[in-house]
């Protein structure tokens, strides 16, 4: 049977021209992320599936992995997202480490899902981790680096919105200000967490079906109304979860970001965030969604067995991320991978010409030599078709004198030189 | 159930260390192939498992692969080599594309197996390929790139020998010299592909068990003995595969390639091999083993259901690469990932030290600050544990007055300064 041309589905091929897009994107990631002391790590595409059996990920594991048994008779499953794994080695090394300790790491994950527009079955997800530190100090460096990525691709405060919310808050609230059970709560949370995804009179309900009571159904959704700090409740103020949350961003803005508010329906799916959640959401009302976000997981790195270590961390997506850098146009144009194409002339001066190129290699040029044997005007078309800036020509006459000819791909233009002189001028177009 | 914290077995953890020292030789590994006009590509990891059941890849495919039926009851194989993916996306744009296309990737391939030194069940694998041209000049290429990999990391040429055979002058010589019929001939070279790893009286053995002819036999064990060209029986010379291989000896050693040597025994696995294949060994008596290889398949594209392409490429993995690296001391000792650590003396002090750290890394500085609000002497043994080459020390009097004291680890030496004069020192002591 002849194999199919396509790739997986929900998976990509990328062409050179994508890879290169794709190195463009991790580039900027990792040059943002680096300047705040965050070392890269990774870890396994394969772990043993018990790692997504624990709290936190259970929707995930039943629904969407890729899980099955290996030759050993071992249940593994490929990886949906980083978090369980990095818990892992930081506990594995919790007594090693300098803390705090700033990770990150740009791994490719798998869920299988419907595929639709910015999600595919497989994507890759840049995550930043802080362990060791659990005051807000480490939620507004999240914060500051979040919005330091937006900015380092050119995307305006216009372009974005950071949301901020506290599970300690929305926990206080739901149990001591609404006055339902710890189990209720919890269901609450689900649910508003789906808020977005139904109608209001469908959202009622739904509450009103888990409360069991209508004053308490009332003070639920009254609570969801409240678009900023000061409209919530008078019995929340005060409380010591409100007064981080106060303070994280009026810190936040102080530092100039001025597009964060607070979202009291903002809660993430994953159950392991144990206080401030964040998510950051692109302002077009064409295109009004979630692109990236993270939170405080205390709990995460304890469930190994070790002493808790406290961390906060967010994951970014790279096809949601690349969907908001075209829509508002700020994928950088990028130079052709390979800048010089060096054209042969005769089929005996392949050997040759090879050597030069060495040379050239070596003064740091990137260089192709056309050792197909192909006719000059075949050659031709084919730099030309490859992207290069420049074309050299060679020959047994040009080996002979020393003089070769540069086409300049862009202007058309044509000169005869020295290889010194070739080198410098295309190092220096290059700068330019 | 407490998850394990150990990684699947046969695959690594990369500790932020570890990380470094593989994105170091990635590093190089795209260094060199770039300059040669090499463009990165990427396919996914998990592949349709019809992909793998073409010619060549048979035992890995029945013995080695991690196939499974996704949730969609697709049988999935996670990748075991790149050179299936690559030859279907080859297939799939074959007419858009610009040749000779030169095309190379760093993906991580699964294989179950035994591990043992040198060979894990998760690896990665630079690979190297040259599309569109079927002139020797293509696999002079390769053998370029394969001695330039190796000196870009300061190996001598008495670290590593190159070897080389045609699998078309084998052919010949199996069946129109030793007389042999095309399927034992098949069988012969399964055979001579395991010689190393057999005694010579066992492998006599076998070779009587396929020919079945004394005088075959005899054919087949004197050839397998020739140590260079010259030695082959006289009936092979002129033959055009050995015309080829003679002439691409003798232009490698005019490149300065003078270690490399024929081997009438070198096969390599893969059965889609149609043509030269070469292999690179590493000298010491101790781990005298072969670190990376490859040769032209100029099949694998058809079989895709499209016209031919020529292909030459090569793959290296990293664990045995970087084995050889450690056994002869080639391994770089690396800067520190995170060069400065900023210690904040008060607990309120920590936004203002963000603000300024902010500053800082806009002027191109890598700078963690410590802001878990642990006592001067805990951050300070932190920072000497994180590696950093300096700390900076911020506090309320310092602010005020706008100097900092600045502390190089590595002399012990102390001084005080302003911001932007701090800068100027840490940054030329990176160029230093």
Redesign the interface.
């Known amino acids: 049977?002849?194999?199919?041309?396509?790739?997986?589905?929900g998976?990509?091929?990328?062409?050179?021209e994508?890879?290169?897009r794709?190195?463009w994107l991790f580039d900027v990631w990792r040059k943002v992320v680096?300047?705040?002391?965050y070392?890269?790590?990774?870890?396994?595409?394969?772990?043993?599936t018990?790692?997504y059996?624990?709290k936190g990920s259970q929707e995930i594991v039943n629904e969407q992995t890729?899980t099955?048994?290996?030759?050993?008779d071992?249940s593994?499953t490929?990886r949906t997202e980083m978090t369980?794994?990095v818990s892992?080695?930081i506990?594995?090394?919790r007594q090693e480490?300098?803390?705090?300790a700033?990770?990150y790491s740009i791994p490719?994950v798998?869920r299988?899902e419907r595929t639709q527009r910015g999600r595919l079955r497989?994507f890759w997800q840049l995550n930043v981790d802080m362990f060791?530190?659990d005051?807000i100090?480490?939620e507004?460096?999240m914060l500051?680096i979040a919005d330091d990525l937006m900015r380092a691709f050119h995307a305006k405060r216009k372009d974005y919105v950071i949301k901020l919310n506290s599970r300690q808050l929305v926990n206080a609230a739901l149990t001591s200000y609404c006055g339902l059970s710890i189990d209720k709560g919890s269901k609450l949370v689900r649910l508003i967490d789906r808020i977005h995804k139904m109608s209001t009179t469908e959202f009622v309900a739904e509450v009103q079906l888990i409360t069991e009571d209508v004053s308490v159904s009332k003070r639920v959704i009254d609570l969801i109304k409240a678009k900023t700090v000061d409209m919530l409740p008078a019995e929340l103020h005060g409380h010591p979860s409100l007064v981080s949350l106060q303070k994280l961003l009026k810190?936040a803005r102080?530092?100039g970001i001025t597009n964060i508010e607070f979202d009291i329906t903002l809660m993430r799916g994953f159950d392991y965030y144990t206080d401030i959640v964040f998510e950051v959401f692109d302002t077009d009302p064409e295109n009004n969604r979630s692109m990236f976000g993270g939170g405080r997981y205390d709990g995460l790195v304890a469930?190994?067995?070790v002493e808790p270590v406290p961390t906060v961390g967010f994951g970014m997506g790279d096809v949601t991320f690349m969907n908001f850098l075209e829509s508002h146009k700020l994928v950088k144009k990028l130079p052709p991978?390979?800048e010089?194409?060096m054209i042969v002339r005769e089929?005996d001066t392949?050997?040759s010409a090879?050597?030069i190129a060495?040379d050239l290699?070596e003064m740091g040029?990137?260089?192709?030599?056309?050792?197909?044997?192909s006719k000059f005007d075949k050659q031709f078309k084919?730099?030309v078709?490859?992207g290069a800036n420049y074309v050299i020509v060679v020959g047994e006459e040009e080996i002979k004198n020393e003089v070769f000819t540069l086409k300049d791909l862009r202007s058309g233009s044509e000169q005869k030189h020295s290889m010194q002189r070739i080198v410098s001028i295309v190092k220096d177009h290059r700068r330019a």
Chains 1, 2 share one sequence.
């Open positions: 049977m002849k194999p199919s041309l396509t790739p997986y589905k998976a990509r091929d990328f062409y050179p994508d890879k290169q794709q190195k680096e300047r705040y002391g070392q890269e790590y990774d870890a396994p595409i394969l772990e043993p018990s790692l059996t624990m890729y099955f048994t290996d030759r050993g071992r593994v490929i369980p794994s892992r080695m506990a594995g090394r480490l300098a803390y705090p700033r990770w490719n798998w299988y497989e060791g530190v005051s100090a480490a507004l460096e500051q810190d102080s530092y469930q190994f067995g991978p390979c010089v194409v089929k392949i050997a090879q050597r060495q290699r040029m990137k260089l192709a030599v056309d050792i197909s044997g084919n730099a078709k490859s």
